[in-house]
Nanobody, 114 residues
Framework: VQLQASGGGLVQAGGSLRLSCAAS????????MGWYRQAPGKQRLLVAG???????NYADSVKGRFTISRDNAKNTVYLRMNSLKPEDTAVYYC?????????WGQGTLVTVSS
């Protein structure tokens, strides 16, 4: 399975970004998918997950600010991030949720300046 995250960048606090994750095969349509992030020196943690049926789950730190969505036809998962904070700075990855694949892909860096 190939997972390619994109859409990261440098943004000021309070700004917004939308991340995209393109997956190979029919990964998105048949699996729950999630966005995870890893800040420097910290563990990789789940940010948001969406089940194959569309149910969503968010880390407390991003509830009300981030929205995960999926487009099965495009085999793509999105993460809309609003009201970004400096503590959101991390490399963001997409993967299967809740049980992730071993292959994480490159991730996309999000840097939020204060």
């Amino acid at each position: 399975v190939q997972l390619q995250a994109s859409g990261g960048g440098l943004v000021q606090a309070g700004g917004s970004l939308r991340l995209s994750c393109a997956a190979s095969e029919s990964t998105v349509s048949i699996n729950g998918m999630g966005w995870y992030r890893q800040a420097p020196g910290k563990q990789r943690l789940l940010v948001a997950g969406i089940s194959s049926g569309g149910s969503t789950n968010y880390a407390d730190s991003v509830k009300g600010r981030f929205t995960i969505s999926r487009d099965n036809a495009k085999n793509t998962v999105y993460l809309r991030m609003n009201s970004l904070k400096p503590e959101d700075t991390a490399v963001y990855y997409c993967n299967r949720y809740p049980l992730f694949f071993d292959n994480w892909g490159q991730g996309t860096l999000v840097t939020v300046s204060s």
